[in-house]
């Protein structure tokens, strides 16, 4: 290619706030541009990384067995209706009606439309395993879209689904496609850490985030640092220690209180540890039900853990007005003790206590009454809780298993696998084979995505300087970026026939045979492309015989003749 | 692969009623499904040859030095309202609303978002002239969609974008892309014919369809047996003859014509040819306008002319009741004579006359009257009509040029190429670039489609027998369908071994590995998959020492060894 014909010119300037990096490379050297927000154009440069990235996991994914195939986008809603899921996805499911008033949905992910296909078959024993996966566009509709490739509203994943006769079969899958991930990964440039995740609308009962540690990533995660354990903020444990359980149970007192709302103000006004008080957040969840969280002082509530217990789609936190009017207690000194005795009749209030609470005797905290605090509050005798579990946040610091600390990460999810067992084989009508015994019987099934917008984003955050980027071989748009110094007519002849040459031996070049731009400016587009190996052809070249080769990611420059360079990249 | 672990297997029962071959073949083959009307899954080996088709498109296309890229799904309404199309391609167009209110459209094509894109960058005449390409899923809201893949809502389309400073260099690419495709469609193993077309909801001044001959396909075109002209019908042309010119204009003369409605009774009545008589065809447009379009008695009415001419999106015959009522003429008895005296005040009609109605002296036809009719009506003295033009349906058997005769073919419609000229950037802001001279122009466009499903369709209609497929090689699924024969455990062995060395070799095989299947039905499904060469071991082979091999658009059969097999096949 020559860079005079490339269309997606290099720019010297960012758009203004651009505070991703990848962002700002892909757009600089042109290989992204923007349509609408979260809607990206990929330029010729960019569509060259994007296929190869897509061909290494094609490679990978077929060496595995899995086939490709591919669905429409538009899925009929009555498929998304058989799941349940155009309501539990609906915050972001983009819907459409055709003129005839048939209703689609613009699908995130493609599980009933994979059934759907399977279905339209006799599917029998001896034909599973089996697992088909497709590269297709998916939408989501994300209120928020910024950092560029890294949060988009439309973007091609590659998913995929594994359909099994039972569990055992699948955790084979499920493994065999895990270490498919971190071998694709790692041909990416790529290291990822695996772990433990929320499934978020997809369903199921585990699943795993492959992500790649940095810093713009909006993955949080907490891992030990010999790697055992690594896990989502969303769902990542950690040991709650008992506290004073030795300590005798003290009678219920009522105390006056003139403190602030906050923890700090309950514990300095009592002269107690902030563990000892009881933290009590009030939520209101989408069916208007009141949820009264309870934890330790000093550990913070968990909102995805919470949502998931009490099987809610949204939470947020109950108005001031609603704590009074509603719940008639006070913020700031809401308490579970005989709080369902003076709501509001209509009100439906669920108390669910972290684990955390169980640990602590004669805890302190509000009163349902301005001013006024409880001491000595103990759970089971002074009040009930309708759920106890985990909903605390796990926070760095804190222990796992065997007393391990755990350091806190942030990171870029670039794929995750999720089991499904029977999630949608269960809801979904005829998602079954034909087992031994002539039986229809369930399929158990897997699935599997990576986002190949966001996986090349990673790889420029991942691999770039403060020139451009520095694209790993594997992906590269092109092996060599060959240019020319000077306006020597016989170094531009020169420079012609070596690009003459490469393009007949298949040797990926661009080459950028601008006349009218200086050196300087040459090399800084060269570095901004970040092309793995820069070849100059110059009149000190030609006069030692050769072109001087000098890699993206090194400082070394050298002299080669010409049959040598065809031979290194042959 | 082995056939038994390939998902989508064959069936030996089609859908009812299916009449489209290649949507038979490829629904028993296992190469599609429908998901819903005019969408479908392309199962793997579908998936496989539509990889394929895509793979010849992009050499053949990056040969060119056209360059790939892509533009996201959802194109921002506000695109299709600078340039009107939101409205004139309205009736097929699905447009979509996502939570923040912002509209957008599922493209058809993608015109405005490549000009969009181009317009991010300050283009030069030194970066033109260039071609920009993608593969893309495009969507048509169609009221009807049947047959297959021949009649889709939804598929995938490279479409290509050219820009040019002028119409001299965009003749160049435009004459290259004709050549390409060709080429193209000659690789896919399809003759097709550059037919002369109606540009439809695209705009520009003219274009060519691609057309492979098949009776299931919806072009209809005329061409001379000479292959020097062919024209859609929608616009192909024909020679009208002068008839009876030297005849002296009579006096016209209202006569009491008691007969049916219809032409032939006309005829019949006034015992005079039916190329003298008019035919009156009153047509009322989406704008509730009425369209008088008359034309020598033996010709028909093009309404797709007729609809360009006076720029209407939409035409529909007119009612009698309208006719009555509104026009205050007899349905059957219509006359250009004196029409725009009698209608309704606020009624807006344009008469359109054919030019065959200028090759004829005193015609005769209806009065505005029931049974009556005027004879020797003649154009200019009697009427006059607001536009005269071509509005003639061509058909087999009229000539053109030279006297060439035209024969009717039909075909079905794989790929297009059209001049959009300044169409495009002349509507859209800022779609210039700046000239030698520092002057802001607007570009010169041209656009180039080519539909995969459709193309895959064609290639089956063409290439088959009454057993099945018979794939071109380019882009058969696999080279080698391997099977055996019997159950004999050292043939089994055997052909595992030939299939392990296939596959080593790189050389595409589907090895038919099922043991509790009948030869007749291995054979069966062989010939309806239609990969090129079938390999059979067997007890019979072995003692032979090799293997059988056949291919499948032929009938001979021989045994050949192994490493003959490999040599074969590299």
Same mark, same amino acid.
């Given at each position: 290619?020559? /860079?005079?014909?490339?269309?997606?010119?290099?720019? &010297?300037?960012?758009?203004? +706030?651009?505070?991703?990096?990848?962002?700002?490379?892909?757009?600089? =050297?042109?290989?992204?541009?923007?349509?609408?927000?979260?809607?990206?154009?990929?330029?010729?440069?960019?569509?060259?990384?994007?296929?190869?990235?897509?061909?290494?996991?094609?490679?990978?994914?077929?060496?595995?067995?899995?086939?490709?195939?591919?669905?429409?986008?538009?899925?009929?809603?009555?498929?998304?209706?058989?799941?349940?899921?155009?309501?539990?996805?609906?915050?972001?499911?983009?819907?459409?009606?055709?003129?005839?008033?048939? %209703?689609?949905?613009?699908?995130?992910?493609?599980?009933?439309?994979?059934?759907?296909?399977?279905?339209?078959?006799? !599917?029998?024993?001896?034909?599973?395993?089996?697992?088909?996966?497709?590269?297709?566009? &998916?939408?989501?509709?994300?209120?928020?879209?910024?950092?560029?490739?890294?949060?988009?509203?439309?973007?091609?994943?590659?998913?995929?689904?594994?359909?099994?006769?039972?569990?055992?079969?699948?955790? @084979? %899958?499920?493994?065999?496609?895990?270490?498919?991930?971190?071998?694709?990964?790692?041909?990416?440039?790529?290291?990822?850490?695996?772990?433990?995740?929320?499934?978020?609308?997809?369903?199921?009962?585990?699943?795993?985030?492959?992500?790649?540690?940095?810093?713009?990533?909006?993955?949080?995660?907490?891992?030990?640092?010999?790697?055992?354990?690594?896990?989502?903020?969303?769902?990542?444990?950690?040991?709650?220690?008992?506290?004073?359980?030795?300590?005798?149970?003290?009678?219920?007192? &009522?105390?006056?209180?003139?403190?602030?709302?906050?923890?700090?103000?309950? =514990?300095?006004?009592?002269? &107690?540890?902030?563990?000892?008080?009881?933290?009590?957040?009030?939520?209101?969840?989408?069916?208007?039900?009141?949820?009264?969280?309870?934890?330790?002082?000093?550990?913070?509530?968990?909102?995805?853990?919470?949502?998931?217990?009490?099987?809610?789609?949204?939470?947020?936190?109950?108005?001031?007005?609603?704590?009074?009017?509603?719940?008639?207690?006070?913020?700031?000194?809401?308490?579970?003790?005989?709080?369902?005795?003076?709501?509001?009749?209509?009100?439906?209030?669920?108390?669910?206590? +972290?684990?955390?609470?169980?640990?602590?005797? $004669? =805890?302190?905290?509000?009163?349902?009454?301005?001013?006024?605090?409880?001491?000595?509050?103990?759970?089971?005798?002074?009040?009930?809780?309708?759920?106890?579990?985990?909903? =605390?946040?796990?926070?760095?610091? /804190?222990?796992?298993? $065997? $007393?391990?600390?755990?350091?806190?990460?942030?990171?870029?999810?670039?794929?995750?696998?999720?089991?499904?067992? /029977?999630?949608?084989?269960?809801?979904?009508?005829?998602?079954?084979?034909?087992?031994?015994?002539?039986?229809?019987?369930? /399929?158990?099934?897997?699935?599997?995505?990576?986002? !190949?917008?966001?996986?090349?984003?990673?790889?420029?955050?991942?691999?770039?300087?403060?020139?451009?980027?520095?694209?790993?071989?594997?992906?590269?748009?092109?092996?060599?970026?060959?240019?020319?110094?000077?306006?020597?007519?016989?170094?531009? @002849?020169?420079?012609?026939?070596?690009? +003459?040459?490469?393009?007949?031996?298949?040797?990926?070049?661009?080459?950028?045979?601008?006349? +009218?731009?200086?050196?300087?400016?040459?090399?800084?587009?060269?570095?901004?492309?970040?092309?793995?190996?820069?070849?100059?052809?110059?009149?000190?070249?030609?006069?030692?015989?050769?072109?001087?080769?000098?890699?993206?990611?090194?400082?070394?420059?050298?002299?080669?003749?010409?049959?040598?360079?065809?031979?290194?990249? $042959?």
């Amino acid at each position: 290619m020559k /860079y005079s014909k490339l269309f997606g010119k290099t720019n &010297k300037t960012a758009p203004e +706030d651009e505070k991703i990096i990848s962002n700002k490379l892909l757009y600089q =050297a042109g290989f992204i541009r923007e349509s609408t927000a979260g809607r990206y154009f990929f330029l010729p440069l960019g569509q060259i990384v994007q296929r190869k990235i897509m061909q290494v996991i094609k490679e990978e994914m077929d060496q595995t067995g899995s086939q490709e195939m591919v669905s429409p986008i538009l899925h009929p809603l009555t498929l998304w209706q058989e799941t349940n899921r155009d309501k539990s996805a609906g915050f972001e499911l983009m819907k459409i009606e055709d003129r005839r008033g048939s %209703e689609f949905a613009l699908g995130g992910t493609a599980e009933e439309m994979f059934i759907d296909v399977v279905r339209k078959f006799q !599917i029998s024993y001896r034909d599973l395993p089996f697992n088909i996966y497709q590269f297709s566009t &998916k939408f989501r509709d994300e209120l928020r879209a910024r950092g560029g490739l890294l949060r988009v509203r439309e973007f091609i994943m590659k998913d995929a689904y594994s359909f099994h006769v039972d569990e055992e079969d699948f955790k @084979k %899958e499920y493994q065999l496609m895990s270490d498919t991930y971190t071998k694709i990964f790692k041909r990416l440039g790529l290291k990822t850490y695996i772990v433990e995740s929320d499934n978020g609308y997809i369903g199921g009962d585990y699943c795993h985030e492959f992500v790649v540690e940095s810093s713009v990533g909006e993955s949080r995660f907490l891992m030990t640092e010999d790697g055992s354990y690594s896990a989502h903020e969303d769902v990542a444990i950690f040991t709650k220690e008992e506290m004073n359980l030795d300590e005798q149970l003290q009678s219920l007192k &009522k105390v006056e209180a003139k403190r602030n709302n906050d923890m700090e103000a309950g =514990a300095n006004f009592h002269k &107690k540890p902030l563990w000892q008080q009881i933290k009590d957040v009030m939520f209101v969840d989408e069916k208007n039900r009141f949820i009264l969280a309870i934890i330790r002082g000093d550990y913070d509530v968990n909102e995805m853990k919470l949502k998931h217990i009490i099987k809610a789609e949204e939470l947020r936190h109950a108005s001031d007005e609603e704590i009074r009017e509603i719940i008639h207690s006070e913020p700031g000194f809401i308490s579970p003790v005989g709080i369902k005795q003076i709501i509001s009749k209509d009100c439906e209030l669920i108390i669910v206590a +972290d684990d955390s609470i169980r640990k602590i005797h $004669n =805890a302190y905290g509000g009163a349902n009454e301005k001013y006024f605090d409880y001491l000595n509050i103990n759970i089971d005798r002074d009040y009930q809780p309708d759920i106890e579990s985990d909903i =605390a946040m796990t926070q760095s610091g /804190y222990s796992v298993e $065997n $007393n391990k600390k755990l350091v806190e990460k942030r990171g870029i999810e670039v794929g995750n696998i999720f089991q499904l067992g /029977y999630y949608y084989s269960n809801k979904m009508k005829d998602a079954t084979f034909v087992d031994k015994n002539g039986k229809s019987q369930p /399929y158990y099934m897997g699935c599997y995505g990576i986002g !190949i917008g966001r996986t090349m984003a990673a790889v420029v955050e991942i691999h770039h300087d403060d020139k451009g980027i520095i694209w790993p071989e594997e992906i590269a748009p092109y092996k060599i970026h060959l240019l020319t110094l000077g306006k020597d007519l016989e170094v531009l @002849k020169q420079a012609e026939m070596v690009y +003459d040459k490469l393009c007949k031996e298949n040797i990926e070049v661009l080459f950028d045979d601008r006349r +009218d731009i200086m050196a300087g400016e040459k090399f800084a587009d060269a570095d901004l492309l970040g092309i793995p190996y820069r070849i100059v052809v110059s009149t000190k070249t030609l006069k030692l015989g050769g072109v001087e080769i000098k890699q993206r990611n090194s400082q070394e420059q050298k002299i080669i003749k010409m049959d040598q360079l065809i031979k290194l990249f $042959n």
